[in-house]
């Protein structure tokens, strides 16, 4: 038996006229009139329209040259995809037909003709490959265009796109905001950013309804850890000045420059959360902020090497490497964000003074460089564009 069906599937050849038993003739409105020539066994094995149209209750089955005949008809921007359909009727019994359908426009025309035509396994085969690939933007748009009409045959291919239940998003929103207010390497400060930028995102009101709410009984929690975020700032930033005073009259002991750090690591805290916007201040507490905690740190740090190299005080003097650099990333961020003649200041005291090699400011130099050498151009381009737009 196995043989025979082997036999079978080598002889039965799409447009082999020796040995087919019916035209499909695929026709168009614009006149488009095309015969594939096909076999009565394959088409009412795989396809209920065939089956239904090849039997003896449809009594209008024409006959062409010794053959029955099927008129099929459809749209001019349909007819590659019947055409692919019908081939692949021919394929699909043999098994996977995943590397045939050349991309997901495809797919989706052929899963349309399938779904009109009802051939259950190209249904099949269609939504298996559209559920499993990487759609582009457009094609996410088409597809929510027309799957949704086709019924439960065809639900996998919108797993992606469904509402998510509460919990999963709580349970995302939280990992995010962890994050977003953590201190990863500066390697890290986009994804970050990204972070920040999508939490509010979720909680904004938009042309949708927010994924929290105040129901949710998170946003609250979240807005009274900003607002706590916020208090200690602002704490942090009154008692500067006094901290850094008394650190300053500090010995160079162990205990003292333990204590020097340990300032020093939540001052990274309270920076950041300036530096990436978590808190807002006023330029002038920017500003007054870096000036006090800038020349702290440049001085304090070679004291903290100088203290490890010790094996007695290696431990009690830990600080993560990267969190050095993540405080760097935050005095250039917050250098950058200041009115370019505040930086000219800084950039100046750094540029002046012995300890240059850290924080290094390489960066904020260049940018300030830049913006400074360009500000005229800019601001007469952009000058000229509001008059233009005044005068119209």
């Not at 298996?128 to 065809?154: C, F, T």
């Not at 005080?313 to 935050?330: H, I, P």
């Not at 950058?336 to 540029?351: F, I, K, N, R, Y």
Request: include cysteine; hydrophobic fraction near 40%; charged fraction near 25%.
């Amino acid at each position: 038996m196995e043989t025979i069906d082997k036999e079978e599937k080598i002889a039965c050849v799409i447009g082999d006229r020796s040995t087919s038993d019916v035209v499909v003739r695929l026709r168009t409105q614009e006149g488009r009139d095309d015969w594939l020539y096909c076999h009565s066994e394959i088409l009412i094995r795989n396809c209920k329209y065939f089956a239904d149209r090849l039997s003896e209750n449809w009594p209008t089955c024409q006959i062409i040259d010794s053959r029955n005949c099927v008129d099929v008809y459809c749209q001019e921007s349909d007819f590659d995809y019947h055409v692919n359909l019908i081939r692949l009727l021919y394929i699909v019994i043999d098994g996977s037909v995943d590397d045939l359908w050349h991309g997901v426009r495809n797919a989706l025309g052929v899963l349309q003709v399938a779904v009109e035509l009802g051939c259950p396994q190209i249904i099949t085969a269609c939504v298996n490959y559209l559920e499993a690939v990487a759609w582009e933007e457009a094609e996410e748009e088409e597809i929510l265009k027309i799957v949704p009409r086709m019924g439960l045959q065809a639900e996998p291919i919108l797993a992606r796109l469904q509402p998510v239940n509460q919990s999963s998003i709580v349970s995302i929103f939280l990992s995010a905001m962890r994050f977003a207010t953590s201190s990863p390497p500066p390697s890290m400060n986009d994804l970050k950013s990204s972070a920040q930028e999508q939490l509010e995102y979720m909680l904004t009101e938009d042309d949708d309804a927010p994924l929290l709410t105040a129901d949710d009984n998170i946003k609250p929690e979240i807005l009274s850890k900003l607002e706590i975020m916020r208090e200690f700032v602002e704490y942090w930033f009154d008692a500067s000045e006094k901290i850094v005073k008394v650190l300053e009259q500090g010995n160079s002991t162990t205990e003292v420059v333990e204590i020097k750090l340990r300032a020093i690591e939540v001052t990274s805290k309270v920076l950041e959360a300036i530096g990436y916007g978590t808190v807002i201040l006023p330029t002038a507490k920017r500003l007054q902020v870096l000036k006090m905690w800038l020349p702290f740190v440049r001085v304090t740090k070679p004291l903290i090497d100088s203290a490890t190299m010790d094996c007695e005080n290696a431990v009690a003097l830990k600080m993560d490497g990267e969190m050095w650099q993540s405080l760097e990333s935050t005095f250039v961020s917050i250098i950058l964000a200041l009115p370019s003649g505040d930086q000219a200041e800084v950039l100046t005291e750094w540029l002046e003074n012995e300890c240059i090699r850290y924080p290094d400011l390489t960066e904020a130099f260049e940018v300030w460089c830049y913006r400074s050498k360009v500000a005229k151009r800019r601001l007469s381009l952009l000058g000229d564009e509001h008059a233009m737009t005044n005068s119209i």
